[in-house]
C-alpha cells in the first residue's frame, strides 16, 4: 500500500472519509467532481508537528496550499499565525479572527493597493526588492500608519533536492543577500517598523538532511545580519519546503530528525537575540495529505488493449496529479477506486478525466479493482495545491466544489 493511504480506513469496504462512507459522504454533496478535506486528519498533522517542534517556534500555516475558509477557519486555533501571498488570502486570513500581528505578506508583484491593505490591516510586510521598499515607504507615510516589515533574502547558497527551488541564484522572489545590508540603512531611514528576515528557499522537501541544513544555513546567515541592522530581532522566519510522499518510492520526511535539529537552532538564536521568535511556515505538509480528489467514472473504455476510465473530473480541478504542475517526469499521485477500497487489485486501467487532450491523465496503467461505470475514483494527496492551483475555466465544465469533513 502506498504509504499516503495508510491514513486512511475504509467501512464496508468503502473508504471513509469524516466518519462516514465516501458513497454516502457524495450523496451529500450531490455532485462529483468535489475535493474532502479530513478535520481529523489536519489535527493529526498539527499535533506531530507541535509533538517535534520546540515549543518556542512558531508554526504558521501558508494559505496559498489550501485557502478554504472552512479549512482556515479550523486552522486558525491550531497554528500560531497565517503566511498570504495576495490581498484575497490576507481578507481570508484575517476572517477567521486570527491576529493581525500573526499574518504576513510575502510574494513579488505586491500591488500598491495590496500593500496599502496590508499596512492598514497592521500585518507584516515582506520586502521582495529596494523598489517595494520605497514603495512601502510611500504607502507608510501616506497613510499615516507605520508599516512593519521583513526583508525577504534571497541567499546564495542553493537548495538540493527540493520539487521547487524559491532561492539562490538570479530569483524574482527576495532580495539578494549581497544588497541586504543597504536596503537595511534604507528601512531605518524610512522610518518603517523593521521586525526580521525571511527566507524560503523551496518545496517540497522530502529529505530531512536537506532541510536541516538549509534551515541552519538560514539562521546563521540572518543572525549576521540581525547584528548589522542594530535593532533586536524579532522575527526569523526559516521557511519550510516540508514535503510530503506523492510518488511509490517516495519515503516519508523524518519530521524527528527536523524537529531535534530545530531545537539546535531554536536555542542557539535564543542566546544571540532572545527577543526572537522563530517561524516555520508550512503549506502542503498541513493540509496536503489530508485531502482527497473524488471523481465519478462516466465511461469505461477499452483501446487496443489498454482500459480507460474515463471520468467527470480532470486536471481543469487537479492539475498536478497529471503532471502538469512543475513535474519534469510525469508519476502518478496515489489512485484508488473509492467504493472498492480493500478490493484486491484484478486490472490495470488508466484513468483520465474529460477534457479533450491527452495530458489529462490523472492515473496511467494503475493497478485497481475492475471499476465500472458511477464507480467513485479516489486522489489521494489533494488536500494543498488543488482546486486553487488548477485550470477551472479551461473547457467551460463546472468547478470541483469543497468541503471540509
Ligand atoms: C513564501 C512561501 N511560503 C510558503 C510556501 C508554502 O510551501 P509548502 O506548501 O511547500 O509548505 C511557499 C510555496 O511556494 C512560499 O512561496
Not at 131 to 138: D, G, L, Q, Y
Not at 217 to 244: H, K
Not at 336 to 365: H, M, Q, W, Y
Request: charged share 20%; glycine share 10%.
Amino acid at each position: 500500500m502506498h504509504p499516503a493511504m495508510k491514513h486512511w480506513r475504509a467501512r464496508n469496504g468503502c473508504l471513509e472519509l469524516g466518519g462516514q462512507s465516501l458513497t454516502r459522504l457524495a450523496d451529500r454533496v450531490g455532485q462529483t467532481p468535489f475535493f474532502a478535506y479530513d478535520r481529523q486528519l489536519l489535527d493529526e498533522r498539527v499535533a506531530l508537528l507541535r509533538g517535534c517542534l520546540p515549543v518556542g517556534v512558531r508554526l504558521h500555516y501558508a494559505v496559498k496550499a489550501n485557502p478554504m475558509p472552512a479549512v482556515l477557519q479550523h486552522l486558525k486555533p491550531l497554528v500560531d499565525g497565517f503566511d498570504v501571498a495576495s490581498a484575497g488570502e490576507m481578507i481570508a486570513a484575517l476572517d477567521t479572527g486570527m491576529d493581525p500581528a500573526a499574518v504576513a505578506i510575502a510574494g513579488p508583484g505586491k500591488t500598491d493597493s495590496e500593500l496599502r491593505q496590508a499596512i492598514a490591516a497592521g500585518i507584516l510586510v515582506e520586502i521582495e526588492s529596494e523598489n517595494e521598499a520605497r514603495r512601502v515607504a510611500r504607502l507608510s507615510e501616506d497613510s499615516g500608519y507605520t508599516a512593519r516589515v521583513a526583508v525577504r533574502i534571497n541567499p546564495d547558497f542553493v537548495l538540493k533536492g527540493a520539487g521547487m527551488r524559491m532561492g539562490g541564484g538570479p530569483q524574482q522572489f527576495g532580495v539578494d543577500q549581497e544588497r541586504v545590508p543597504e536596503l537595511l540603512g534604507q528601512i531605518t531611514s524610512a522610518g518603517l517598523q523593521f521586525e526580521g528576515f525571511h527566507i524560503f528557499a523551496g518545496s517540497q522537501i522530502l529529505r530531512s538532511d536537506i532541510i536541516c541544513d538549509v534551515q541552519r544555513q538560514s539562521v546563521e546567515l540572518v543572525l549576521g545580519f540581525a547584528e548589522q541592522a542594530r535593532r533586536p530581532l524579532r522575527y526569523l522566519n526559516i521557511g519550510g519546503g516540508f514535503g510530503i510522499p506523492y510518488f511509490p518510492k517516495d519515503e516519508p520526511l523524518d519530521i524527528r530528525q527536523v524537529g531535534e535539529n530545530l531545537h539546535l537552532l531554536a536555542e542557539r538564536v535564543s542566546e544571540r537575540q532572545p527577543q526572537a521568535e522563530v517561524v516555520v511556515e508550512l503549506g502542503r505538509y498541513i493540509v496536503g495529505e489530508a485531502g482527497v480528489y473524488v471523481s465519478r467514472v462516466v465511461d469505461r473504455k477499452e483501446s487496443r488493449g489498454q482500459i480507460f476510465l474515463v471520468t467527470d473530473g480532470g486536471l481543469h480541478h487537479q492539475l498536478a496529479a497529471s503532471g502538469n504542475f512543475g513535474q519534469v517526469i510525469r508519476r502518478n499521485y496515489p489512485v484508488a477506486i473509492g467504493n472498492k477500497f480493500d478490493a484486491v487489485p484484478t486490472e490495470v486501467a488508466s484513468v483520465v478525466g474529460c477534457l479533450c487532450t491527452p495530458l489529462d491523465l490523472l492515473g496511467d496503467r494503475c493497478e485497481l479493482p475492475a471499476a465500472e461505470v458511477d464507480d467513485l475514483v479516489v486522489i489521494f494527496q489533494s488536500g494543498a495545491y488543488g482546486r486553487t492551483a488548477s485550470p477551472s475555466a479551461f473547457l467551460s465544465h463546472p468547478t470541483a466544489i469543497e468541503v471540509l469533513v
